[in-house]
Antibody, heavy 123, light 106 residues
Framework: EVQLVESGGGLVQPGGSLRLSCAAS????????MNWIRQAPGKGLEWVSY????????YYADSVKGRFTISRDNAKHSLYLQLIGLRAEDTAVYYC????????????????WGRGTLVTVSS | DIQMTQSPSSLSASVGDRVTITCRAS??????LNWYQQNPGKAPKLLIY???SLQSGVPSRFSGSGSGTDFTLTINSLQPEDFATYYC?????????FGQGTKLEI
């Protein structure tokens, strides 16, 4: 079955760290760029980070740059997000999503999402 | 960053209605615009990509249009399962951004 499954969320104190994982199955993981998106309780979607299939290109939202690190292990079919210096405003459900594109022009979109993992930052 | 503004923020409708949701970008994004549907407690689901292409498996009552800065999502003949929150997303800039969402309520 084609799916993404996130894990690693939990309760962490302000200033703490956490590592999120996203396990991919049912498709050739290395062929796809991947993204993390988050959603604070009762709020909208916020794109967090992007990584290309070979990890050669990485982008971050300004709100997390310098604190979060995206990575992947294609041999393990897994995507990661290392979160450090966590703040209350980082409390959210974190989703991983697979990216696809049209051929010409190349318009990118998220065609497969995981169910998310909840990160709660609180003392 | 490119800002995406949806209107309205919420919308009341009835089964069988036709509704339109608008998304405006703060700069020209040609057709780098996608639409997602999200039900409470669920992950978002892709409906429309590249402004007007219907994702496989999505009912044909959903359609998208627009180019440049102004886009619309139209739902014809609303069904009970369509009452959800809808988000637009731009992928013109590498720093992707979403609209704030439109909650479609009965």
């Amino acid at each position: 079955e084609v799916q993404l499954v996130e894990s690693g969320g939990g309760l962490v104190q302000p200033g703490g760290s956490l590592r999120l994982s996203c396990a991919a199955s049912g498709f050739t993981f290395s062929d796809y760029s991947m993204n993390w998106i988050r959603q604070a309780p009762g709020k909208g979607l916020e794109w967090v980070s992007y990584i290309s299939g070979a990890s050669s290109t990485i982008y971050y939202a300004d709100s997390v740059k310098g604190r979060f690190t995206i990575s992947r292990d294609n041999a393990k079919h897994s995507l990661y997000l290392q979160l450090i210096g966590l703040r209350a405003e980082d409390t959210a459900v974190y989703y991983c999503a697979r990216e696809k594109s049209t051929t010409s022009p190349r318009v990118w979109y998220f065609d497969l999402w995981g169910r998310g993992t909840l990160v709660t930052v609180s003392s | 960053d490119i800002q995406m503004t949806q209107s309205p923020s919420s919308l009341s409708a009835s089964v069988g209605d036709r509704v339109t949701i608008t998304c405006r970008a703060s700069q020209i994004i040609t057709t780098y615009l996608n639409w997602y549907q999200q039900n409470p407690g669920k992950a978002p689901k892709l409906l429309i990509y590249a402004a007007s292409s219907l994702q496989s498996g999505v009912p044909s009552r959903f359609s998208g249009s627009g180019s440049g800065t102004d886009f619309t999502l139209t739902i014809n003949s609303l069904q009970p399962e369509d009452f959800a929150t809808y988000y637009c997303q731009q992928t013109y800039s590498p720093l992707y951004t979403f609209g704030q969402g439109t909650k479609l309520e009965i």
